[in-house]
């Protein structure tokens, strides 16, 4: 298991700069119309997190997929997953949901396992 690449202190700064860029540019084109300032943040907030974790459609699939291979047992302990209460795990977070990264985990065994990251 890697940990996650984080941002140095160069780094940090230039990311809170492109924040800062991106919000002032939805205020610039929201101007009094908050809801559409929601709107825009709404909908940056998902596309930014589908470039991270793909689209919900390909995930629920991917993972279906996962557990069938996995023959439909938690990855970590073993024991038969619940139909509804299971994680899609990603081994390396930068590689994506992508086949070959992932794993399906029970609730507990990806509670503990987020603990041990120190995420949860
Ligand atoms: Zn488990």
């Known amino acids: ?5 984080t941002l140095d202190e160069n780094e940090l700064v ?14 610039g084109i929201a101007g009094s119309d908050e809801r559409l300032r929601f709107a825009l943040n709404r909908k ?6 589908y470039d991270e974790r793909g689209k919900p459609n390909a995930r629920i699939s991917l993972k279906a ?5 996995q023959n439909d047992m938690c990855a970590q302990c ?3 997953l619940s139909a509804s209460d299971t994680v899609l795990d990603r081994l390396v977070a930068e590689k994506g949901d992508v086949e070959g990264n992932v794993r399906v985990l029970c609730r507990k065994c990806d509670l503990a396992i987020q603990r041990e990251r120190g995420l949860a």
């Open 1 to 5: 298991m890697t940990t996650n690449r």
């Open 14 to 27: 230039v990311a809170q700069t492109l924040l800062a860029e991106i919000r002032a540019r939805m205020d």
């Open 44 to 49: 940056v907030y998902k596309e930014l997190s």
């Open 65 to 69: 997929r996962t557990a069938r291979a």
């Open 78 to 80: 073993r024991t038969a």
